[in-house]
Each structure stands twice: as C-alpha cells, then as structure tokens.
C-alpha cells in the first residue's frame, strides 16, 4: 500500500477529535441523499422513463429542481449528508468552452456534504483537475493556472479518492474521512474512476490508479478496518468504478467491512438495493434525473436498518429560485446572438457563434442512446461520418450521453407535441468531446480485433475487465455477436453491409473519431492499427471537421 499525506492523518486526526459517540439508549435516524453523474445538466431536459410498463418522454432533472428537493429533505431531517459521487463539471456546452467553470457557482450552491471526482472530471487535464478538486500540493497555483490556460473555480466540499496518486505514490486527495451525523460517527471511503488512462493518456500525467480487483478488495478492506477502528459505526463508499465493479467488490471483501456502496459511472437507476456476500448494499441513483435516499436509522446494540428509496428529480418539483437565478446567470453568455466563444484547448479550434438554444434542423425518428448495444443516434451518427469520408465504415465512441430527441409529432407525457427540433446544445450533449474525423484503412483482421476488444470492455463477465462506456457505433457492417459468449469471440459473422464476408487480409476504408491533438499516430476513435489516416475538412474553414 502506497503512503498516505501528512495532511491526510491530520484530517483523520481532527475527524476522530470532533466526533461524538452515539449515547447507549438514544437512537438516530440519518439520511443519506446520493447525486451522480449530473454531467453538467444545469436545466431540465427530457428523458425516457417507464412509467407503469410505458416508455415515455418527460422532462426530468435541472440543477435548480434538484436544489428544491434537496431542500425539502433537509428540512424533514436535520441528520442529512449531501454525496456527490462522480462526473459533474463536464457534459454539456457551458461545461466545455469554460473548462467547469460555468457549472461550479450552482453546484457550489447546493451545499454538497462530501464527493468523490469521476472519470470526466479529469477530462479537462490535470492542471484543471488539482486547481477544481484544491490540491495545490508541491506546486504553485499560478504555475498550475498557466497550465490550465486561467482561473479554475473549485468544487467548494471535499472529495476523496483512495485509489488516486501522484507518480511519486503520494495520495493526491484525501482517502477518507469520518463525519459526525446525528450523533453517529461515519465513515467515508471515495474511489475515483480508474479508466482516465484508457480515455486519453495525458489526462493521466503525473497520476496513477489503483488496477484489479485484488488491489480494490485489500484497499478497501484496509480503509474500512481503519475507519471502525477510530470509532466509524457505519462505512460507506462512494465509488465511480460502475456499479458491475462495486457489486463484484460487495462480494469479495471483508464480511461487515462496509454497509453500503453508492455507486456512479454506469448511470444504473437502482430502485432495489443489491446486497454482496459481504453484506454490503450496493445503489446508484441513475443520473440527474434522480436523487437517491438511503435511510439509515442506528440503534445502540442493534443492526442498522436501511430504507432507499429513488426519487425522480420531475416537473412536480417547484424550482429553487436562488438556484435557477444561478443557473440564468451562468448560461448568459450562451444564449446571446453570437456567443464568440473558443474550446479552451490547446490545438481546437471549435468555436461557439450561435446561441445554444437555435434550432438546427429537425428529426422524424426518435434519437437517442438508450441502448448499450445499437441505438439511434448512433446509427445516424455513424451513417452521417461514413457518407462524410466516402469509406466503407463509419465508426464513434461508446458515450452513454444523450438528451432523447423525440420525433417530430410525438406525443409527451404531458400531452405537448414535439416538433423534432435539434438545438447547438442537443449535439454537445451527444457529443461532449471536441472530436475531429478522419478516415484510414485497416485490415480485416484488426477491424474484428477492434470490435472483440470493445464487447470485452462492455460485457465481459469479469467485472474489473470492463472499461469506458457503452458499446462503439459502427455503420456500414453486418454483424452476428453472441453476449454470452466468452471474450474474444462474440462476434459470430463479420460481413460489409452488402453482405460481403471481410477477410482477414482484407483492406478496409473507415471514418473515425480522432481525439484533441491525438498523440497516437495510428488511432481511430483511441482504437489503434489504422493506417493511411487523413483529416476530413470543413471546407468553409479550412480546419478539420468537428
């Protein structure tokens, strides 16, 4: 095990100094309020949500609706704790042409307790990640803020992460913290995301990540055996590894080590608890559209007992006005005529000249990416790429993002008939990556190579061998796959649309996704052994297309 910071055991320290026990006959009831990949969401949006058997389009989440339900519980009971797992300055237009900045005054305001970063909270570079998450250590502020090209607001509550380190294998954040709630003293264990490397190399700089669920098991069960023995009467964890990987870790650690997992990454709606050989529960609250809360009431010399319960973040909920005052305040500068804004990356030169809300065009099908495997706009997407570079296959990233696009006359649950608008914000909500595309060639043998890799990292019956989101998009293909099978050989037929077998020797054309300044000189959508690889153009600008 790697050493932990001075600064680390003086928090302990202080933490175990503060707290109070809970007295022999009294009892307590906490709450426990779980937040997840919020994603930079600051308005409400539509979703897709089952309603008695029905899918159906309602508007769901919006940071100032979130504020006033918040608000109510606290106000039901004082013995509350606000999580703030995973994923939260990046995800939308606000988010990405101000590095964060545009989303952190409302996250800010909602008084969060206590969080953990996840994997797209790196997604800025590491310099915007140690001024957002005050970790200044051993550099100075200004070298940092040279680096991140200005000011970075930072997340004003503290975030731990057990399994984050400098190369040097200092901690980077704190990885742990008792807090007194009600009497009861409970201890907080925060695991970060541990595929930033697989997303881009260089948002790892200078960090390393706990790997392998060996290493996961031991760490925890060290954090948790130190935490009861400062006095800690309930253990948690707030964890960013997705809830397959948490659900596995329930199972394999020490029995009674931790009571409950609040999960992130996947964006599961867990509306049951799942419960580990160790005991453990194991949540997610699904994503903005919803808040968790866990209900834990401790008595002395009796089991803890937990209620959960998901609440939809709807239309029912009044907006907070002090909240939605922040958030007009934020997208201002978005709604104008011209925005005049540029991507703040070194080597993009996407830019922002229309405003967020103006109508780009309109769809008769539904979009959305509400299907691990093959969804709508990834269908779309992938034959508007492949048209785009003249080659064979189109091929995009694996994002879970999306903001459905119902079809034009589409009935809501509120009786409102869409008109199937897509908006400037819409296409950064699919795309949150300041992507460019290219097209290369590659063999047939590397293509199917490619394809088998990405069902590994998203079915793979071993939990800690999935990685990144949901299945890639891919058009221009005909294939057979077979989940069940074991990795490495799911796909079952491997044919061009036409139905044309692809030969292992067989050259064939793609359009990709390349990343910002992709380092990886044969890389398509981070995917490697393409060749021949060449820009696509925007004609009007000269640059390539984003």
């Known amino acids: 095990m790697k050493s932990i910071h001075a600064k680390t055991r003086i928090v302990k320290a202080l933490a175990v100094a503060l707290c109070g026990a809970l007295s022999g006959a009294d009892a307590a009831t906490l ?52 999580m703030n797992v995973g994923d939260t300055f990046h995800g939308g237009v606000e988010g990405l042409y101000t590095q964060g900045n545009a989303i952190a005054d409302p996250v800010n305001a909602l008084g969060i307790d206590i969080g953990t970063p996840g994997n797209w909270d790196f997604a800025y570079g590491p310099a915007v990640f140690r001024l957002r998450y005050d970790d200044v250590s051993g550099i100075s502020k200004t070298t940092l803020e040279a680096a991140a090209g200005g000011e970075i607001k930072p997340a004003a509550f503290p975030n731990l992460a057990a399994n984050l380190f400098f190369d040097s294998g200092e901690l980077v954040l704190t990885p742990s913290m008792i807090k007194t709630i009600g009497g009861v003293q409970v201890g907080f264990i925060g695991i970060t995301s541990d595929i930033v490397e697989k997303m881009d190399e260089r948002l790892a ?14 760490l925890i069960n060290q954090y948790a ?4 023995g400062q006095g ?8 960013e590894l997705g809830l397959h990987k ?11 080590a931790v009571d409950v997992f609040f999960s992130a990454h996947t964006h599961e709606a867990v509306f049951s608890p799942l419960k580990g050989k160790s005991g453990a529960l194991v949540v997610e609250a699904g994503n903005d559209g919803w808040l968790g809360r866990m209900d ?19 239309a029912s909920i009044a907006e907070d006005a002090a909240m939605k005052s922040l958030v007009d305040t934020a997208r201002a500068p978005f709604l104008v005529a011209d925005p005049n804004l540029t991507v703040p990356i070194e080597g993009v030169t996407l830019e922002l000249h229309r405003p967020i809300n ?130 490495g050989s799911r796909v079952k037929t491997f044919a061009l649309a036409n139905g044309t077998p692809i030969a292992v020797g067989d050259t064939v054309s793609v359009t990709g996704c390349r990343r910002p300044n992709e380092a990886v000189a044969d890389a398509l959508c981070s995917h490697t052994g393409f060749s021949n690889i060449v820009d696509v153009i925007n004609p009007v600008t000269g640059n390539p297309i984003y």
């Open 31 to 82: 709450t426990f309020l779980h937040s997840n990949d919020l994603h930079a969401h600051l308005t409400p949006h539509l979703d897709k949500v089952d309603k008695n058997g029905q899918v159906v389009y309602e508007s769901r989440g919006g940071i100032a609706r979130l504020a006033a339900r918040i608000k109510s519980i606290r106000a039901e009971n004082t013995n509350s704790v606000l």
């Open 296 to 314: 834990v009431t401790v008595n002395s010399g009796q089991a803890p007992v937990f209620n959960w319960a998901l609440l939809p973040v709807d």
């Open 358 to 487: 103006a109508v780009l065009g309109h769809t008769y099908t539904p979009l959305d990416r509400k299907n691990v495997l093959e969804s709508t706009i990834n269908n779309a997407w992938t034959d508007t790429v492949r048209q785009l570079g003249g080659t064979q296959v189109g091929m995009a990233s694996g994002f879970r993002f999306d903001a459905p696009i119902p079809a034009a006359g589409t009935v809501y649950e509120d009786s409102h008939v869409a008109d199937g608008a897509i908006t400037v914000e819409d296409t950064y909500r699919y795309f949150p990556v300041p992507f460019t595309y290219a097209t290369g060639t590659t063999s047939g043998d590397n293509l199917r190579t490619v394809i088998e890799t990405n069902l590994t990292e998203v079915f793979s019956r071993d939990s800690f061998k999935q990685a990144g989101g949901w299945s890639d998009a891919w058009s221009g293909l005909s294939l057979s796959v077979d989940l069940a099978a074991a990795d």
């Open 246 to 256: 948490d659900y596995r870790l329930a199972d394999i650690i020490n029995s009674g």
């Open 225 to 228: 055996q130190t935490l009861r």
């Open 232 to 239: 800690a009467q309930l253990v948690v964890v707030m964890s």
């Open 205 to 218: 700089t200078n960090f390393t990540f706990t790997q392998g669920e060996t290493a996961y098991r031991d």
